[in-house]
Nanobody
Framework: QVELVESGGGLVQPGGSLRLSCAAS????????MGWYRQAPGKQRELVAG??????TNYADSVKGRFTISRDNTWRMYLQMNSLKPEDTAVYYC??????????WGQGTQVTVSS
């Protein structure tokens, strides 16, 4: 089992910044890839940014140039979100996928972009 705990969400004005964190614990040696997803009301959950098993990164077109995914060697992953827009409002989830293709999810953290 892999446990994921997110933090860092909140309310921010358009154009502002937030940094999300995700701490992984448990059977971390089973993790093959990690990423950030989000789900807005009435919409499907979508990939925002992620690391592949080879370590390369990928981003949704809607966040390229504004969001940056990173991680450290203590199994923490981050999402730096700049130039936030109202359409970025969603619950953001940390995801880890094992080598056996099992998905693990954090509890989610709310990000609201509003003036």
């Amino acid at each position: 089992q892999v446990e994921l705990v997110e933090s860092g969400g909140g309310l921010v004005q358009p154009g502002g910044s937030l940094r999300l964190s995700c701490a992984a614990s448990g059977r971390i040696f089973s993790i093959n890839a990690m990423g950030w997803y989000r789900q807005a009301p009435g919409k499907q959950r979508e990939l925002v940014a992620g690391f592949s098993s080879g370590g390369s990164t990928n981003y949704a077109d809607s966040v390229k140039g504004r969001f940056t995914i990173s991680r450290d060697n203590t199994w923490r992953m981050y999402l730096q979100m700049n130039s936030l827009k109202p359409e970025d409002t969603a619950v953001y989830y940390c995801n880890a996928r094992s080598y056996a293709s099992k998905d693990y999810w954090g509890q989610g953290t709310q990000v609201t972009v509003s003036s």
